[in-house]
Each structure stands twice: as structure tokens, then as C-alpha cells.
């Protein structure tokens, strides 16, 4: 049997030919590193989920995973003198190494760094494959086959070939003539947006840094959510404009581009009709928000027009738009000259930011086990914004990482976009 990549699966495969676009999940494992017995069980897992052998036919945009055995070495870095530092430098590392596409891909890998009495397993995977919720899945399966061995070898996913977008429009063809009518003012706004600067365009390599809101932050962002009437991404979203803005400071004496671009990934397994559990793949939607973020405005004033702007994406299900847009830019950038492709991103869909969010409580818990004390994830940037903030809540606390292209901004820039991210949310509780 083999499955057919919908079109973020074929956009994020030719923006690997440009640079590599991985992500990086990092969980906190409460049993000491026993390498052997790690890596007989990941070996164990994958074989059990038939996640091994993968094969890709770009041309086609067919895959199929192959039955067969892989082995799979637990890297285990060197350790820094603090363990952030050590967590920091080996997810960068593994943003920016592609993987080794042939006959049969491995498009995980694993790595491991000892923490006191336990471990931080992570798991690197070529994005294109899974979404985060589907990665969510194949980790705690890891982490309960090597807490908890069974007799066994577990099968996490029943179905790896899930059906793609066009069964979506089937089912809902009342919203096609919405997507096709709102698509030119998507244009439009796209066209008010201020282009991120870049140093070098060629230049991808990404940055990363850590960050962590603890409980206050989390309690102050689910009051004012109630209190506003908005959700947490909403805010999240709007404290970006607000970080963001500052680095766009030339859009005030532009003529046309005024605005600030900002996108939240969405998952759209509810609206494909795909279970939350046992099917693996990647179900992704956006939301994107364009807005001029006057300099002066208030916190709640902004907060209310994102979501504005992302409660009337939901009504219509723009958010599913975007794989109609991401087909047309495919489209239009395959008939560009190899060098002006490099740029087309940045010169026609000008993001400065992303957001991923990702709520482990309701992922993990899900499945009746407790939430692991720790959880980090990361992904590449890519070639369509500069910096990505990447959002996990984990029990009482919110987990954080910054990845960047360096040839936008310095390692300075983020430790500052970092600190201004985080006083905002805490002055949240004082404006509501």
C-alpha cells in the first residue's frame, strides 16, 4: 500500500531541497540511561508502528512505508556545563542536519542526554512525514515501552496512509466558493505586509534559544483569554506583533506596506475526520494575521483585532485555505528562475513570525498517563519567515523555543524578543 503527500507534504519536500525543515521533540524520562535497552525499545516501537523503510516518490508525491528491520543509534552528545545549554546546542544542531534521503529513508533519528536520575530523550524527524500531534504519540509510546516493557511490540498507528485534503473539499463543498472568493483579499494582505530584511537570502541556517513561562504566566493567560474573550493563541499571536514590531519599524514610512504578517498552524484532523489517536501523518492548516500594530496601541485593542481576524478564518474555515494558497505559490514559483526561487518566499508571502502551540496536557493525559514533568519541541523556520516561537504547556508551566534565521536576526535579537515576550504576558494580568 502507499499514501499520496497533500500539499504541506510536498511544499515542506521542496523546502528541504533548499535547507533542511526538521523538528525536534524533547521529553524528560524519570529512569536512569540505559543506552542498550533505549535503543532496543525505539528499535522495537518503530519496527511495531511500521514506521521503518520510507519511501518517497517526489515526482509522484507517492510514499510508502516498506516492512523491514532498522536499527537505530541513540546519540548521545556531549554534555555542556549546564544542561539548558546542552538541550539548546544539540536541538539547533539537529534543526540544521538534513536527512539521507535514498531507497529506504529513516526520517527520525534519536538522541539522549543524562539529567540526574533520568534522561532527555529527543526525537528529530524531517517535518514532512508527521505533525506534532502525531510525533506526540510515537514519543509516549517510546518513553511507556522503556518505563514499562510489555510483552509485545506495541503498534501505535493503525493507519499510516490517511486520506488527503481533497476528501475535505468533497465533504464540504459549500466552503470551496468561500476559499475561491476570499482568496484575492488573502492576496491583498499579503501584499500590505512588510518584508522581513535578510542578510543573505542563501543563507538558512537556523539559531535557537530556550525559554520557560512558569505557572504565574500560565494562570494570567488563561484569565484574560476569559476575561477579553479570546483565546490563548489569540494572545500569543498579538504579543508577537507586539515583539515583532519594533524590527519592522520601516513600514511606517512605507508607501503601501504597513502591516505586520504573523501564522499559527492549525490542526484540521476534526475536519478531515481523522481520529486523534493511531492514524500518523500531518494534518496542518494556518491562520494568518495581517495587522499595522500601531506603536502606541494597547494590549487589549490588538488582542481583539487577531482575533477578529482569526474568529472570521474559523467561521469560513479560511484556515483550510491554505493549502489552496500553498498549491498556487507552488505553482508560481516553479515557473521562476532557480535564483529568484531562493527569494520567493520573502518577496511574495512576507511572514515575520510563526507560531506553533501545542497543549501536551490534552495530547498526552489523553491517553490516561501522567503528563511527563518536562516536554520541548522546535522547528526549522524554513524559507517563508525568520523566526518561529514554538509554545508547549506542560502541566503547570509553558515551555518555549525561539528558532531563527540568522541572516535575519543576531542571537542578541532573541534573548531580547525572548525577555519582551515574556513581560507582556505577565502585564497581561495587570491590563485586564
Known amino acids: ?12 519536500l521542496d523546502w528541504n531541497r533548499i535547507y533542511p525543515y526538521n523538528a525536534v521533540h524533547v ?31 517526489p515526482q509522484r508525491r507517492h510514499y510508502e512505508y516498506r516492512e523491514g528491520r532498522q536499527h537505530y543509534d541513540i546519540r548521545v552528545p556531549e554534555v555542556c556545563e549546564s ?24 526520517p527520525v533519528r534519536y538522541f539522549s542526554i543524562p539529567d ?27 518513553v511507556e515501552e522503556y518505563l514499562r516493557p510489555g510483552e509485545r511490540t506495541p503498534c501505535l498507528f493503525r493507519d499510516r496512509y490517511p486520506p488527503g485534503y481533497g476528501r475535505c473539499i468533497a465533504l464540504r463543498p459549500g466552503t470551496l466558493a468561500g476559499w475561491l472568493a476570499t482568496l484575492p483579499s488573502g492576496v491583498r494582505s499579503l501584499r500590505r505586509s512588510f518584508r ?36 490563548v493563541n489569540d494572545l500569543f499571536m498579538a504579543v508577537m506583533l507586539k515583539v ?91 515557473h521562476l528562475k532557480p535564483s529568484v526561487q531562493r527569494k520567493f518566499y520573502a518577496k511574495y508571502f512576507p511572514l515575520w513570525g510563526g507560531l506553533t502551540n501545542v497543549n501536551l496536557n490534552s495530547l498526552w493525559a489523553g491517553a490516561g498517563e501522567a503528563v511527563p514533568a518536562d516536554y520541548i519541541r522546535s522547528v526549522s523556520t524554513g524559507p517563508v519567515c525568520p523566526v518561529v516561537f514554538s509554545v508547549t504547556t506542560v502541566g503547570r508551566k509553558i515551555n518555549g523555543t525561539v528558532s531563527y534565521r540568522r541572516s535575519a536576526f543576531t542571537a542578541d ?20
Open 83 to 106: 544542561l539548558p545549554e546542552s538541550l539548546e546546542r544539540e536541538i539547533e544542531g539537529q534543526l540544521n542536519q538534513p536527512f539521507e534521503e535514498g531507497e529506504h529513508m529513516a
Open 196 to 231: 522581513p530584511y535578510y542578510r543573505d537570502p542563501e543563507d538558512q541556517v537556523n539559531g535557537l534559544k530556550l525559554f520557560r513561562l512558569g505557572e504565574s504566566s500560565l494562570q494570567t493567560l488563561l484569565h484574560v483569554s476569559k476575561t477579553w474573550g479570546v483565546t
Open 1 to 12: 500500500m502507499r499514501g499520496t503527500f497533500n500539499i504541506f507534504q510536498t511544499t515542506m
Open 27 to 57: 521529553v524528560r524520562v524519570p529512569r536512569p540511561l540505559d543506552s542498550g535497552r533505549l535503543s532496543a525499545v525505539v528499535d522495537r516501537v518503530m519496527e511495531g508502528s511500521g514506521l521503518n523503510c520510507l519511501v518517497v516518490d
Open 413 to 432: 535579537d532573541i534573548v531580547d524578543m525572548i525577555a519582551e515576550f515574556s513581560a507582556r504576558i505577565e502585564k497581561l494580568g495587570v491590563d485586564a
Open 116 to 142: 540526574a536520575d533520568g534522561f532527555y530523550l529527543g526525537l528529530a524527524y524531517s517535518h514532512f512525514v508527521a505533525g506534532a500531534d502525531s510525533i506526540v504519540q510515537l514519543v509516549r509510546g517510546v
Open 244 to 334: 515583532l514590531s519594533p524590527y519592522a519599524a520601516g513600514r511606517h514610512q512605507a508607501r503601501r506596506r504597513r502591516s505586520i504578517s504573523v501564522a499559527s498552524v492549525a490542526n484540521i484532523r476534526k475536519d478531515l475526520g481523522i481520529p486523534p489517536e493511531g492514524v500518523f501523518g500531518l494534518f496542518l492548516g494556518f491562520l494568518r494575521v495581517t495587522y499595522q500594530v500601531p506603536p502606541t496601541e494597547a494590549m487589549r485593542e490588538t488582542a481583539l483585532e487577531v482575533h477578529r481576524q482569526t474568529a472570521e478564518m474559523k467561521a469560513r474555515s479560511l484556515y483550510l485555505r491554505a493549502a489552496l494558497e500553498l498549491a498556487f505559490s507552488r505553482f508560481v514559483r516553479d
